[in-house]
């Protein structure tokens, strides 16, 4: 399996953003998607998770109403759509493929990571 993460960029506070991830290939299982973000300094974070069967979401509290995530089976793509950007949503962020039975939030129940996309909020 192989994430291809594009759609980082440089935005002003307050405006909005389109990541994608392109998956190639699959494993035996494949229970969901999610995407992390890593600030320079700071460990990496669970921002989103989509199941990739019924389409169940889950959010960080710090970007619940503000970003969607999305998927479509037959693209083998996901998207992260992020609105009201922030500064502090600056980060490098990471689509993974999840296998493992485990917690969502937890980067422990992805097997397969995206070489990361940076974006970069201005204030």
């Known amino acids: 399996v192989q994430l291809q993460a594009s759609g980082g960029g440089l935005v002003q506070s307050g405006g909005s953003l389109r990541l994608s991830c392109k998956i190639f290939g699959r494993s035996f299982s494949r229970l969901g998607m999610g995407w992390f973000r890593q600030a320079p300094g700071k460990d990496r974070e669970f921002v989103s998770h989509?199941?990739?069967?019924?389409?169940?979401?889950y959010y960080a509290d710090s970007v619940r109403g503000r970003f969607a995530i999305s998927r479509d089976v037959g693209q083998n793509m996901v998207w992260l759509d992020m609105n009201s950007l922030k500064p502090e949503d600056t980060a490098a962020y990471y689509c993974?493929?999840?296998?493992?039975?485990?917690?969502?939030?937890?980067?422990?129940?992805?097997?397969?990571w995206g070489q990361g996309t940076l974006v970069t909020v201005s204030s």
């Open positions: 989509i199941t990739w069967s019924a389409g169940d979401t």
């Open positions: 993974a493929y999840r296998t493992g039975h485990v917690s969502v939030f937890a980067a422990g129940a992805y097997d397969y």
